[in-house]
């Protein structure tokens, strides 16, 4: 998901989070995965539908969503307009497992 999201390790900062700061064009967004902690999504602006285990949600700038620990999710940005969101990591160091391509 690079491509699409500059990243702050928490470890190199002494910190228990990590940080994503993602931008993707509509049509874009990481496929099925997931992590051994919980991740925070909060979208600041656009639409995008989050999918997995949970089923499928569509958040918008200012709503926030929540994955717990091990459960596959991803999401795509299914609006018009770039979709901006800050993605945190309940983790010193990224860990992420894909489950599909």
């Given at each position: 998901m690079s491509n699409i999201a500059r990243?702050?390790?928490?470890?190199?900062?002494?910190?228990?989070?990590c940080l994503l700061f993602v931008e993707a064009p509509p049509g874009r967004g990481p496929s099925l995965h997931k992590h051994p902690y919980e991740e925070i999504f909060i979208v600041t602006e656009g639409e995008g539908t989050f999918?997995?285990?949970?089923?499928?949600?569509?958040?918008?700038?200012g709503q926030i969503a929540i994955v717990p620990a091990?459960?596959?999710?991803?999401?795509?940005n299914t609006g018009k307009v770039p979709l901006k969101q800050i993605d945190i990591h309940v983790s010193p160091t990224f860990e992420t497992e894909w489950l599909k391509g």
């Open positions: 990243e702050l390790v928490g470890s190199e900062y002494g910190v228990g989070v999918f997995g285990a949970s089923g499928e949600r569509v958040v918008r700038g091990e459960e596959p999710h991803g999401f795509t």
